[in-house]
Every structure is written in structure tokens, then in C-alpha cells.
Nanobody, 119 residues
Framework: QVQLVEAGGGLVQPGGFLRLSCAAS????????MGWYRQAPGKQRDLVTA???????KYADSVKGRFTLSRDNAKNTIYLQMNSLKPEDTAVYYC?????????????WGQGTQVTVSS
């Protein structure tokens, strides 16, 4: 019903930067919020950043001041600008969209994109 296509992952040196994108398509009329999660091997999937109801933004403490969430509504796309990257940022990053279908809350996920921070 909703498809999320991610791009921008890759290998980067510590202190470097990457910009991830996530384009939404399909039944996008029911989406009311979007954001990013990440999951390292053997770890749980954790929130990185997301837009909230009312147009606000929230960030995990570990990325505040380094990561920036933005969006282009005309393109149905969100972005994650990641600066001052650290090895502990290494993970698979997943785009998330929340919506409502027939009164039922739904969560949609992208396929994930690998981010590796290493010297």
C-alpha cells in the first residue's frame, strides 16, 4: 500500500558525512508521520529521528547536534543529513512511515540501507 525507497548509505570515514533519502509512493494520502530508525548487528531497532504530530521533530540523544531531519513535501521524500559520523553510528538505517487505513494504524518500512563508519 505504501512503498518506501531508501538511498544514500555507504562507507565513510569517522568525522565524515552522509545524506540519506527516503521516497514514499503508493497510498501516501494516509501517511501522517515519517522518520528514521537504525539497527546494529545483535541490537534492537532504535529511533534515530522523526517528525511528530504538530510538525515538530524529535532526535535520539546520541545524534542530537550531528544529524538533521528534513523533508520535501512536493517529492514525498524525507532526508537524513548525518555529520561528524562515529563508528558507533554503523548500522542499517530504516525509513519509517506511519499511517491510518480504515481506522487502523499502520507502520511501513523501507528495505534498509547500510551505513558503515570506519577508518
Amino acid at each position: 500500500q505504501v512503498q518506501l525507497v531508501e538511498a544514500g548509505g555507504g562507507l565513510v570515514q569517522p568525522g565524515g558525512f552522509l545524506r540519506l533519502s527516503c521516497a514514499a509512493s503508493g497510498s501516501i494520502f494516509n501517511i501522517f508521520d515519517m522518520g528514521w530508525y537504525r539497527q546494529a548487528p545483535g541490537k534492537q531497532r532504535d529511533l534515530v529521528t522523526a517528525f511528530t504530530i504538530g510538525g515538530h521533530t524529535k532526535y535520539a540523544d546520541s545524534v542530537k547536534g550531528r544529524f538533521t531531519l528534513s523533508r520535501d513535501n512536493a517529492k514525498n521524500t524525507i532526508y537524513l543529513q548525518m555529520n561528524s559520523l562515529k563508528p558507533e553510528d554503523t548500522a542499517v538505517y530504516y525509513c519509517n512511515a506511519d499511517g491510518v487505513v480504515d481506522g487502523v494504524d499502520r507502520r511501513y518500512w523501507g528495505q534498509g540501507t547500510q551505513v558503515t563508519v570506519s577508518s
